[in-house]
């Protein structure tokens, strides 16, 4: 957010636009980093480490 606030020309630091999102309730929407995909407790045959 300050990046792009910079970029267009508003001279702002990033305590600044972390106290005015907090004021008005503006939250960061964050991507998850990691989705397990793997299920260990399945009942399919283990095949054999060769």
Request: net charge positive.
């Amino acid at each position: 957010m300050t990046e792009e606030l910079k970029e267009i020309g508003l001279d702002v630091g990033h305590r600044r636009v972390g106290r005015l999102m907090r004021e008005n309730g503006i939250e960061v929407k964050r991507n998850k980093k990691f989705k397990a995909t793997t299920d260990s407790s399945h009942s399919f045959n283990i095949a054999p480490n060769l």
